[in-house]
């Protein structure tokens, strides 16, 4: 029991130093460094239970900390720690608890003992200076030794980091990303240029270094200040959608952020056009990189418009006649305006929405081109797109990203302008998602002969990241396009196409509570904890005995937002807990990843060649080795521990998120709460990720608002204005 020594019992002004040996982490925030342990110190008969703040703490370490006793109202006496420090333990029973730990890749509990066996007080000096005696250890031998020196060695560069990040008032869950960036050098390129850090490693943005800036003395009207803080706002105006800003309120936004007069900005910004990181185009100012994108996807599309193609022109009414009776089917007139506009066109775009034949159209031209013998691609963002593409056409489809093959060592991909892929047709299907860098690399991968077919759905949501590709491409008037908008699948049980179409135009849904058959069902419910209690239902209970469908692998709960009570963090804690609550784990970052979980990787990792927004299920935890296995769709990724923070659960993940995705079963959760997010589409896009069944879970008000919301958010882009000057 926490009792403090009977003259401190009361008070919490006596300030005392307690030393022991940590007995385990009860809570730990990797994000701020709070910790929650239990400290055994010689002379008292139970763990104390200390409470603080410290850059990076193990089981089995010696803990120096001072503080104050204080009584918590439901855990009791506590010692508030004002500092801690921590060191290597000594004792042999304090280093197997350390090693024990799994802060040692290639160490685990049964080795950790072996270890100790082996060489008792010694163990660590014998790890860090004469590694080779670990051979004498039955179960190490030089791959093992390999990877525990090397661990060891990167675990004390990690705590040197941290500890160092955290004087200058950094949370510790970044350093490790830090060590792998910069590795030995970290701290000296930190010194130096703490705004490095923005553009160098992920996850760490603008106020987190500005924050080391200040505390290791850079002036708040420094010039170094104010460049870094010009590129933040451009940076931060593209995850918004926005491919410029005007100078003027370029201006205006960093002398909100930054307190600095507008001529030190004036000139930061001309020193910025001048080293090329940002580009002026009239009164328009880009990061450099979106400028070239913007530009270079508006005359490729051009090129290749106005190319010969590689192959005798198609005439086009035989052509769509003998798909016709190929796949048994009469179009309807607007797919053979479709169908004729893709094959008379070098350049042409297909969209509309759920329901409408576009998958169709892609069929009858993967027909044709075969016919013809020509060599054909067929490709989309995501992995589950290109799937859906093969299954329909029988051809293969694969990712932007592995058709173009992208190549790490130079951090670019294989096929450019130089290396064009050596292909005749490529027919490129969910182009709402795509953004302009990520379409600029894929029109450079062209040959100027290639025909190109763009398909995709503007009503959706637009892509992730900046530029609004496809509508602009529309828009301009200047690439060959149409729309289909007669809808097909009205078979029985057809509510979820119809229900899309209703939010498209701004009409009421249609529930099935009174259709057995029905495939749309609207569950009201109107405070955040009953949509929580229903929503549990529906994935535990209701949806698997009603239509068999198994809720780690069929049922996606989509939600609008990350963050509060109802967003996607939030429920993916509770969605595991009844979902997968036990097994095999390792925590990371304040997360838990067990055998088993449904996972989402956020970020492009082209060495492993897993994309953001790409879903695979746990397939194996490797305590040993600190490491964890994901499968994606049969292939599988290993993760070390230091690389979770690349991965999320994903039992629930947001709207925006499942683009590109489809699911035999969607629940989407839809209240006031996410009033900023309410727009038509959105709710329309996130309907039309079910393929067989979609729960609406909410507030009918909600709904309402989402329907009636049709305001488009302008994005900053030019790429419509270059393509009709160019045409």
């Known amino acids: 029991m926490n009792t403090p020594p009977k003259k401190q019992r009361g008070t919490n002004e006596a300030n005392e130093v307690l030393t022991g040996t940590v007995e385990n982490i009860v809570y730990r925030a990797e994000e701020t460094g709070y910790t929650v342990c239990g400290l055994r110190v010689s002379g008292r008969k139970d763990a104390v239970t200390v409470v603080g703040t410290c850059a990076a703490i193990w089981a089995g370490e010696t803990l120096r900390t001072e503080g104050t006793w204080t009584r918590h109202p439901k855990h009791g006496y506590q010692f508030q720690a004002a500092s801690m420090i921590c060191v290597a333990p000594t004792s042999a029973h304090g280093i197997e608890r350390y090693l024990a730990s799994g802060m040692v890749k290639g160490i685990g509990k049964v080795m950790a003992q072996r270890l100790v066996a082996a060489f008792g007080d010694d163990t660590l000096r014998i790890i860090d200076k004469e590694s080779e005696r670990l051979r004498e250890v039955d179960g190490i031998g030089p791959k093992r030794r390999g990877l525990i020196k090397d661990s060891w060695i990167e675990q004390h560069a990690v705590r040197d980091i941290m500890i160092f990040l955290q004087s200058h008032g ?8 830090i060590y792998r960036q910069y590795g030995s050098q970290a701290v000296a390129i930190i010194s130096e240029n703490p705004y490095q850090l923005c553009r160098d490693v992920w996850g760490v943005g603008f106020k987190t270094a500005d924050g080391v800036a200040k505390s290791i003395g850079v002036p708040p009207q420094s010039k170094l200040r104010a460049r870094a803080g010009l590129v933040y706002t451009m940076e931060t105006l593209a995850s918004e959608g926005h491919c410029f800003c005007l100078d003027a309120e370029l201006i205006l936004q960093a002398q909100d952020l930054l ?25 328009r100012i880009y990061l450099a990189s979106l400028y070239h994108a913007e530009t270079g996807v508006a005359e490729r599309l051009i090129t290749l418009s106005r190319s010969e193609r590689s192959f005798r022109p198609i005439v086009v009414e035989k052509a769509v006649a003998w798909a016709g009776q190929r796949m048994k ?11 004729q506009t893709a094959l008379a066109e070098k350049v042409s775009v297909i969209t509309g929405g759920p329901g409408v034949g576009k998958t169709t159209i892609i069929r009858a031209l993967v027909d044709v081109y075969r016919a013809r013998g020509l060599t054909i691609a067929l490709a989309a963002p995501t992995g589950r797109a290109a799937k859906r593409m093969e299954e329909a056409t029988h051809h293969a489809a694969s990712t932007l990203h592995r058709l173009l093959k992208f190549n790490p060592a130079v951090h670019g991909f294989e096929h450019d302008r130089a290396n064009p892929l050596a292909i005749d047709v490529v027919i490129l299907d969910e182009c709402s998602m795509i953004d302009i860098a990520l379409m600029q690399s894929f029109l450079n991968a062209l040959p100027d002969p290639c025909c190109l077919v763009l398909v995709g759905d503007i009503d959706q949501l637009p892509s992730v990241g900046p530029g609004n590709v496809l509508r602009d491409i529309i828009d301009s008037e200047v690439i060959a396009y149409r729309r289909l908008d007669h809808i097909f699948r009205q078979d029985k049980g057809g509510a979820i196409v119809r229900n899309a179409h209703h939010v498209n135009h701004g009409e009421a849904l249609e529930t099935g509570e009174r259709a057995e058959s029905s495939d749309f069902f609207f569950i009201s419910a109107e405070h955040p904890e009953d949509v929580i209690d229903k929503m549990l239902q529906l994935i535990t209970r209701r949806i698997p005995a009603k239509f068999g469908f198994n809720p780690i692998h069929d049922i996606q709960v989509l939600t609008p937002m990350r963050r509060n009570q109802l967003g996607a963090e939030n429920l993916n804690g509770l969605l595991q807990q009844a979902l997968n609550p036990t097994g095999a784990e390792l925590q990371r970052f304040g997360r838990a990843y067990r055998d088993g979980d449904r996972v989402m990787q956020i970020r492009n990792n082209y060495d492993k060649e897993v994309f953001n927004g790409d879903i695979g299920l746990v397939h194996q935890i490797n305590s040993a080795e600190q490491e964890l296995t994901v499968d994606f769709d049969g292939r599988r990724v290993t993760y070390a521990v230091n690389e979770l923070d690349e991965l999320v659960l994903a039992y629930a993940c947001s709207i925006h998120k499942s683009q590109g995705s489809e699911y035999p079963a969607v629940i989407i959760l839809m209240t006031t709460q996410h009033f900023k997010l309410l727009q038509r589409n959105l709710l329309y896009t996130a309907i039309t990720r079910g393929r067989k069944l979609v729960c609406l879970v909410g507030q009918q008000k909600a709904i309402g608002m989402a329907i009636r919301n049709n305001e488009i958010r302008l994005r900053r882009t030019a790429l419509r204005q270059r393509l009709a000057m160019a045409g």
Request: charged share 25%; glycine share 2%.
């Open 259 to 283: 307190d600095i007069p507008a001529e030190i900005l004036s000139e930061a910004l001309a020193s910025e056009l001048e080293r090329s990181e940002l580009v002026r185009d009239d009164n």
């Open 170 to 177: 950094m949370g510790t869950a970044q350093a490790a990303r």
């Open 329 to 339: 089917l009469e179009f309807a007139p607007m797919q053979v305006q479709a169908l």
